[in-house]
């Protein structure tokens, strides 16, 4: 087993090796090489809020552009204790790759600010919002850069940049920000899409090996808007939800979860998900990914698979709804074991989608039903994951290094073709 060194836990460098694996395979010209290893720009910004208590506390935000080659910036903002630029600049990087898989017209960024949104009110964290917007008023814009929600935001934060922005500039401009409530200009089906995109990948895997969904025991990790979505969908596909995990702990029970009522449980009664009176042996939200099951969808936090706990993966399939779950030293321990991957910037990449199609649809005034999204969706995630398996199979190489290696290489050509400025 590899010896974990005190880097593993560091998310950008396990993007940058990522990153390094698949440039070196693809042959990538040095000059491009270098363009695209680094961040366009990246910004911190330090947030003076007043709190509900009249106490001035200063919290500390980041934006990182990574790439702007095949579009304006893309990606979430996440509001969380453990935020950190290192963070903000592998999730940066991650999105231009992504956005690139499923070959969408946008480039990759990200933001953070460093905060507890279950310790904070919800003036507070509206203060928090609009001040940290205003600050990067210059940086934002449907041209420019598009934000979305990620852990601790959600349509709400959207909503306050929305607005924020279009008070500087003088007109709504509901194109600025995606995951936005439905009547403020959000997609329908926005709010599932990285669920449903899980889903999708799923039923091609499965059909790749002739599993039937009925006979496909899933295990998912994380029970927040990706996690309790995919086990929604895919529960209401078929398959059999047999393991569940918030950060308060899991249950594992080989019969399969009744998951409305464990839905029902969490979200409606707000009662803690591991007290689910439906049955199920308790356990930690760790030990839930080594559990049996045909599929595990780690959907919670990065940094959960790694090379002291991945030779304990007993499932065939790993989707990881999460950005980052598994770390880079684990991932030769996987592929080892066989385990078809089904990597992030692929896995979850229906959100980023929908957010796009969210964006066409703001700009054009004109909404979608929800049927039309799903199916386009559909498309688009069916489709990527086709692409990037042909790829593996013909490059030899594991789905994850062709999944990077084709976002790469369309991110590179982009830039040949729009040649470097200066
Ligand atoms: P969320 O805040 O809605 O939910 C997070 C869930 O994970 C919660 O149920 C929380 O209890 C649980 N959790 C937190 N720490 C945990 C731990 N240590 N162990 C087990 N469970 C834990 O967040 P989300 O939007 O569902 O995002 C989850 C992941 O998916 C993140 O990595 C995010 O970057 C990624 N992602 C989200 C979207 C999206 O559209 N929301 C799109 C692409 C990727």
Redesign the pocket.
């Known amino acids: 087993m590899a010896t974990p060194v005190p880097d593993e836990f560091n998310v950008y460098a396990s993007a940058d090796v990522r990153f390094e694996a698949a440039a070196r395979k693809l042959g990538l010209e040095d000059s491009l090489y270098r363009f695209l290893k680094y961040p366009n720009k990246e910004i911190t910004v330090y947030i003076p809020v007043m709190l509900d208590s009249g106490h001035l506390e200063v919290f500390i935000g980041y934006r990182v552009h990574h790439s702007i080659v095949r579009g304006p910036g893309k990606g979430?903002i996440?509001f969380a204790p453990t935020v950190t630029l290192d963070e903000v600049r592998a999730?940066a990087s991650w999105m231009t790759w992504k956005c690139a898989v499923v070959n969408i017209p946008f480039g990759g960024a990200k933001g953070g600010v460093i905060c507890d949104p279950s310790k904070l009110s919800n003036g507070e964290l509206e203060r928090i919002t609009r001040r940290y917007t205003a600050e990067l008023i210059e940086w934002f814009g449907p041209e420019r850069d598009v934000p979305?929600?990620?852990?601790?935001t959600n349509e709400q934060t959207m909503a306050w940049i929305m607005d924020t922005y279009s008070m500087h500039v003088r007109h709504t401009t509901t194109a600025v920000v995606t995951?936005k409530p439905v009547d403020l200009g959000g997609s329908r089906g926005r709010h599932e899409?990285?669920g449903r995109g899980i889903l999708f990948n799923c039923d091609r895997a499965i059909a790749k090996f002739r599993m039937p969904r009925v006979h496909t025991s899933v295990i998912v990790?994380?029970?927040?808007?990706?996690?309790?979505t995919s086990a929604k969908l895919l529960h209401e596909a078929g398959y059999k939800i047999v393991g569940v995990?918030?950060?308060?702990g899991a249950l594992y029970n080989e019969s399969g979860f009744d998951v409305p009522k464990l839905l029902d449980w969490v979200t409606v009664q707000r009662k803690p998900l591991p007290d689910f009176p439906g049955g199920g042996a308790k356990m930690s939200?760790?030990e839930i990914l080594f559990q049996p099951a045909d599929i595990v969808i780690p959907?919670?936090?990065?940094n959960?698979i790694t090379s002291d706990n991945a030779h304990q993966l007993q499932t065939r399939i790993l989707c990881e709804?999460?950005?980052?779950?598994c770390t880079a030293m684990a991932d030769e321990i996987v592929d080892r074991k066989g385990i078809f991957v089904i990597p992030?910037i692929l896995a979850?990449a229906g959100?980023?989608t929908v957010s796009y199609f969210e964006w066409v649809q703001d700009r054009q005034g004109y909404f979608w039903r929800e049927k039309e999204v799903n199916e386009r969706l559909k498309d688009v995630v069916e489709h990527s994951f086709e692409e990037v398996i042909r790829y593996a199979e013909r490059h030899g190489v594991n789905n994850r290094v062709a999944a990077y290696m084709l976002a790469i290489d369309r991110v590179a050509f982009a830039l040949k073709e729009r040649g470097i400025y200066a």
Not at 221 to 228: A, D, E, K
Not at 321 to 325: K, M, S, V, Y
Request: aromatic share 2%.
């Open positions: 979430g996440r999730l979305a929600p990620d852990l601790g995951g899409a990285t990790q994380g029970f927040g808007n990706v996690g309790s995990a918030d950060i308060h939200a760790s959907a919670a936090v990065e959960q709804g999460a950005n980052g779950p992030d979850n959100g980023v």
